[in-house]
Structure formats: structure tokens, C-alpha cells
């Protein structure tokens, strides 16, 4: 392919292929994982949701990565209508999803979460479960059906620990039964695995709380029962951050922190590192390295970085500067599900997302109304 330019810059290096794991992607532009709360009640996938993903795949994307799945019929389910892989029909509801995204051309990941204490929606359990019974900061999203602050946890015992460790196994073979290629961890955004990473939230005294090896000791078990779940042919990637759904601001401690967390997730069996930020290419203490860059130089694999990356600039800056090996988009992909195509061709403005596609709520039936409001509206003005 000829060499493309946006902005004078040339942006063929988002189009050289990439492998991952035991997976070739055909280019190195993915749809980052964006809750939906789309699924039936009973967590399974609908074929609207088919529809949905397969519509990034025909888009150009090389990579897409599921929502949040939750991973057991405990504690793990985060939001109503949430999806799952947690039995055999959540397995069989994602089959023709899955098929719909390879016969686009994509490679298909399932991100596997357990909400833990930011749970505001779950059909099995009253109540949520945490590293330890911290209140924890802000309020409930509401376009996600929750409402007030939310509840406080009960810090978990061990055995609950094993469970949570063997729910994210169990998922990972679902997943793969399911015809995936791969999964990813979600230790991100101030769920149960960042929940035990974080300072202040997580204040256990035991083999898994203090110092940063602890923090993470429920991460790295987690990577390891997966690996040993689904064999060493199957991806197995870890998403990481600073920042949280409920606490956008939050930082680690500094950049001693971030080397040791990256050092020893590089030392495990997985086979990338998904960083997200607020804004990718921004020093991740105030000056030096973008979290990806920290990720890439100190886990030495293969990093995929999000974060504002809609702006082709912006993405090839991340590929040529920071490090990242793959950029991920969100809000960038859902007001372009063909960016790939768009950026490759140089045909078309893209499309600035609307936040009315994410509210009142995120689901997809409201995107559908949104975006049915704004073709109407446009049509309208074009009227002699």
C-alpha cells in the first residue's frame, strides 16, 4: 500500500500488519472495549449486538475487543444487561457474534471483567465484594441504570479470592470455545483487579495488600490460571490504567510504581499490555514517558495504547513515539465504525462523536435513536 498522508504526516505504519499471541491482525487499528448494557437480561448476546461489532470489522478495523464480559454467576457482574461468559448459553450467544467479526476481516477478543466493588447492577448477588471495605469515590453511572453512591463492600476472604481466580479460567475457555482469539484481562478503570492494585482502596494486610508485588499478586494468579486454562496458542492480554470510572484523576506512585507493575506483568505469560489514559501521548507523572511507553520499555511486549487516539495524527504519533505497537479507539470508533477504511482511502471527513449516542443510556437502542435524530435532522436542513 502506498503510503497515505494526513496532516503531512504518513500514516501507512497504522496499516502494517502486527501479530499478537497466535493471531495476525491485518493492521494496527482496534476497537477498544466500551460497555453497552446491551445483552438480554440474562447476560447473553443479541444479534443486534452481532450487528454491532461485525459493523467494525466490515469498517476496516484489525482488532475488536469485546465490552466487559463478567466472568461468574456471583460477584463479578458489574451492570444490568451486562454480558457474560459465564455458562454455556453465554457461550453459544457469542458463536455467530464472533462468526459475523471474522467473516469481516477482524480478529476478535473477549475482555473478561469482575466488577467488584463498582458493581451497581447484578442479577445473582446482593451486595458487593472489594479487596477490602473501603467506601468507595463518586457516584454510580447512570447511563448505566445505576443511581446514588455506591454501596459499601465487604472486603473479600480468601476463598472468595480463589473463586474470583477461577471464574476468570473458567471464562477464558468459554471465550475460547466460543471461537475468540484471544482474551483480556481487565485490570483497569478501578475494577476488582485495579481495586486491589490501588493504594487506599486496597488496605488488607495480608499476602495481598501493601507492597506493589502484593497489589498485583491477584493480577498476576489470575494471568497464570488463564494461561493454564486456555494453552499457549491462545492470546491472553492484560488491560492496565491509572485512571478509574469513578475516580478519573487518580495516579499511581510514580514512576517507581509503574516499572515495577510493568516489569513484573512482562514477566508473566502474557502476550500484550493494553494501556488507557485520558489522553495517550501525555507524560504519565507530569513529565517523560506516556504510560504506553513505560509499559513497552519495562514489560518489553507488544503494547496497545487508547485514549483520544481518534485523530489519525494522534495515532500514528503513538505508534512512531511512544511505543505502542496498536492504537485503540472508543468514542473515535463509534462516530466512525470505518475509520480504518476512511483513514486508508483518504475518502471522507471523519465524524466527531456525539455524546447523545451515550446518554441517557449507553445502550445500543439509544445510539440507534441518537444517530436516527441526527440523519433526520441533517436531511431535514438539506431541504430547498
Known amino acids: 500500500m502506498a503510503a497515505v498522508r494526513t496532516s503531512g504526516k504518513p500514516v501507512a505504519t497504522l496499516f502494517d500488519p502486527l501479530r499478537i499471541g497466535g493471531f495476525a491482525l491485518k493492521n494496527r487499528v482496534a476497537v477498544a472495549p466500551m460497555t453497552r448494557v446491551s445483552a438480554t437480561e440474562a447476560g447473553q448476546a443479541t444479534a443486534r449486538m452481532a450487528d454491532y461489532y461485525a459493523g467494525f470489522a466490515e469498517g476496516g478495523f484489525g482488532l475488536v475487543i469485546t465490552e466487559g464480559l463478567y466472568t461468574d454467576r456471583s460477584w463479578s457482574q458489574g451492570y444490568l444487561y451486562q454480558s457474560g461468559l459465564s455458562d454455556d448459553a453465554q457461550r453459544d450467544a457469542w458463536r455467530p457474534v464472533v462468526d459475523r467479526v471474522h467473516a469481516g476481516g477482524a480478529c476478535f477478543v473477549a475482555q473478561l471483567m469482575h466488577a467488584g466493588a463498582l458493581s451497581q447492577g447484578n442479577r445473582f448477588r446482593a451486595g458487593t465484594r472489594a479487596p477490602s471495605a473501603v467506601q468507595p469515590t463518586g457516584q454510580q453511572m447512570t447511563f448505566y441504570r445505576g443511581t446514588g453512591a455506591y454501596a459499601l463492600p465487604d472486603a473479600m476472604s480468601v476463598a472468595e479470592i480463589k473463586d474470583v481466580v477461577a471464574g476468570f479460567a473458567s471464562a477464558a475457555v468459554l471465550a475460547r470455545e466460543a471461537g475468540f482469539d484471544g482474551v483480556e484481562i481487565h485490570g483497569a478503570n478501578g475494577y476488582l483487579l485495579d481495586q486491589f492494585l490501588s493504594e487506599g482502596v486496597n488496605v488488607r494486610t495480608d499476602g495481598y495488600g501493601g507492597e506493589v508485588s502484593n497489589r498485583l499478586r491477584l493480577t498476576l494468579e489470575v494471568v497464570d490460571a488463564v494461561r493454564s486454562a486456555v494453552g ?114 483518504g475518502e471522507g471527513g471523519l465524524v466527531d462523536f456525539d455524546s447523545r449516542i451515550l446518554s441517557p443510556l449507553a445502550d445500543l437502542q439509544n445510539a440507534d435513536r441518537t444517530v436516527a435524530r441526527i440523519k433526520g435532522a441533517s436531511e431535514f436542513a438539506r431541504r430547498p
Open 232 to 345: 499457549a496458542d491462545f492470546a491472553v492480554g492484560v488491560r492496565s490504567s491509572q485512571g478509574k470510572v469513578n475516580d478519573f484523576a487518580h495516579k499511581w506512585r510514580g514512576i517507581s510504581e509503574a516499572i515495577e507493575v510493568y516489569t513484573l506483568l512482562g514477566q508473566a505469560p502474557v502476550d500484550d499490555i493494553h494501556t488507557t489514559e485520558f489522553k495517550a501521548w501525555e507524560p504519565a507523572f507530569g513529565e517523560g514517558d506516556s504510560l504506553a511507553a513505560l509499559a513497552k520499555r519495562h514489560s518489553g511486549r507488544p503494547v496497545l495504547a487508547n485514549g483520544s487516539l481518534q485523530d489519525p495524527a494522534r495515532a500514528i504519533e503513538m505508534l512512531s513515539t511512544h511505543g505502542a505497537d496498536m492504537v485503540t479507539l472508543g468514542r473515535g470508533a463509534l462516530a466512525n465504525d470505518d475509520w480504518p477504511n476512511r483513514v486508508a482511502t
